[in-house]
């Protein structure tokens, strides 16, 4: 779901009035009062995924054969027993807190471009907010280095 | 066995979700790709161009996970049997074996200390396929038989429609 960015009240399109210059600048603002019914369709379409794949789960839990037992839950390396670091069953994943860092600052920036294109109308409040969120990102970012997220164990 | 049950297993509603479903998994049997010995090469032959097995949906898949038939193709050692009966155990079900071959259907002329006397003893055999090797028309007949088996079962047996319905 698309978030309303921080847009200060200070800017120039009135509320209520004009929906066509916030999208002119590439920004769904959320000042128009037609923003509610506008996102009403992807609510259905949200809905419409969720009902089918949980219909689907429920058929084929009706209809498909089910008998795991522990030989057939076995990782599967052509009938040997499994060697190696999978052997355990469950094994580190360094990339993963890794991966998961990227994305958080990956987000952040994608919330910098279009804030660096409005930055002129929405003033000094939407300026100093981006820096509030920046902060907030930063001090997630600290904590997860103290804990030693970055650190690679081998 | 009620008679109420069987007359809810014989409604119309379950013959022809047999029906359907029954159609389904004789029309692409997928074994897996797994010879053992000799009878592989026939099993090989049988599926290249010449015999081309794909035309009766029976594709091989290099996972049990994939897979639905298990041809055990050749003779089981006594140290290779629980390594059969695993891949055996790591497919999803139904599943269905075809022993191929007189080894794997009683050992054969290996009757020694090291050879498993017939692939029966270990895991639950559908169909069995004679010849010394035998040749690939005998595997395809094998699974036109194992076809005409599956048309005959019932669908939904260990589903839970099927425990809904009764014991």
């Known amino acids: 779901m698309p978030k309303p960015l921080p847009l200060a009240p200070a800017s120039p399109v009135p509320k209520g009035v004009d929906c066509g210059l916030s999208k002119a600048h590439g920004v769904l603002s959320g000042q128009c009062d037609m923003t509610g019914m506008e996102f009403l369709p992807v609510l259905f379409m949200v809905a419409g995924i969720v009902l089918v794949a949980v219909a689907t789960l429920f058929v084929s839990s009706l209809l498909r054969p089910s008998n795991p037992y522990p030989a057939k839950n076995m990782p599967y390396e052509c009938g040997m027993d499994p060697a190696g670091e999978a052997a355990g069953g469950r094994f580190r994943v360094q990339f993963f807190i890794l991966a998961i860092l990227f994305v958080i600052f990956d987000v952040e920036t994608m919330f910098l471009f279009p804030w660096a294109v409005v930055l002129k109308e929405i003033g000094l409040v939407g ?5 509030v969120f920046m902060l907030l990102l930063l001090v997630g970012f600290a904590y997860a280095w103290l804990k030693g997220a970055l650190e690679w164990e081998v | 066995m009620g008679g109420v049950n069987n007359a809810i ?12 479903i029954n159609w389904g998994r004789r029309s692409a049997l997928w074994p897996e790709t797994f010879g053992i010995a000799c009878c592989a090469i026939e099993m090989i032959s049988a599926g290249c161009s010449r015999y081309d097995l794909d035309r009766f ?81 005998a595997l395809m007949h094998g699974f036109l038989l194992l076809q005409e088996k599956i048309k005959k079962s019932r669908a939904l047996a260990g589903t839970a429609l099927d425990r809904v319905a009764g014991p």
């Not at chain 2, 297993?9 to 359907?20: G, P």
């Not at chain 2, 996970?65 to 891949?87: C, E, N, Y």
């Open chain 2, 57 to 137: 949906g029976v594709v091989f898949r290099p996972s049990p996970r994939q897979s639905d038939v298990m041809i055990i193709a050749g003779t089981i050692t006594r140290k290779f049997a629980p390594v059969v009966r695993r891949l055996y155990d790591q497919m999803p079900e139904p599943r269905w074996v075809i022993a191929m071959g007189t080894c794997a259907i009683s050992g054969g002329v290996y009757n020694t200390y090291a050879v498993v006397q017939g692939a029966e003893t270990f895991v639950p055999v559908d169909v069995h396929v004679p010849g010394c090797p035998p040749r690939p028309e």
């Open chain 1, 127 to 131: 300026y100093v907010e981006m820096f």
């Open chain 2, 9 to 20: 297993r014989d409604s119309v509603l379950f013959t022809t979700a047999d029906n359907v």
